[in-house]
């Protein structure tokens, strides 16, 4: 007898047709990567940088048009630093005339316009109401004030 080896035939792979498991990982890849990518955007979204051009934005900030007067004890009044007017004169025109061209400039730019009187300890006292009286003339409403020591 003779022994004859019978080889196997290979069996056939059936045909399965289209294979959806791989697609799903590589759409699980691609869909990982977008959305490691959004966060990065949305990231610098939030940094709120302000970039020079034209572009209007519709969030406005409005900053108060904010000056100083001061009176020093000798009874000099200066805004912002600049003197006007003589001491002894009570009426104040260069500072009334000043104010009132600051309140309409406030007034059309549709911003607050903030005061700061800041007095010597040794001014006199009649100086801050003839200051009073300017910022009264010029319909100036928004006043505060300080005692500066540091004279």
């Known amino acids: 007898m ?3 080896r019978h080889r196997r035939q290979p069996e056939a792979v059936p045909d399965l047709g289209f ?6 990982d590589v759409v ?3 869909l990982v990567f977008f959305m490691s990518l959004t966060a990065a955007i949305k990231v610098e979204a939030e940094l709120n940088t302000k970039l020079p051009g034209n572009a209007t934005t519709s969030a406005s900030v409005d900053f108060p048009d904010e000056q100083t007067i001061t009176i020093d004890a000798g009874g000099q009044v200066l805004l912002n630093d ?3 007017d003589a001491p002894n004169d009570a009426d104040m025109p260069t500072l009334t005339d ?3 061209r600051l309140k309409q400039n406030s ?3 549709k911003t607050k316009l ?5 007095s010597d300890p040794k001014a006199p006292y009649f100086r801050t109401i003839d200051v009073l009286n300017a910022l009264a003339a010029a319909e100036v409403d928004n006043v505060t004030f300080t005692v ?4």
């Open 114 to 118: 903030l005061i700061t009187i800041s």
């Open 19 to 24: 294979q959806i498991a791989p697609m799903i």
């Open 2 to 4: 003779s022994r004859h």
């Open 98 to 100: 000043t104010l009132k």
């Open 107 to 109: 007034d059309n730019a």
């Open 82 to 84: 600049a003197p006007l």
């Open 148 to 151: 500066d020591d540091g004279f």
């Open 28 to 30: 699980f890849v691609v």
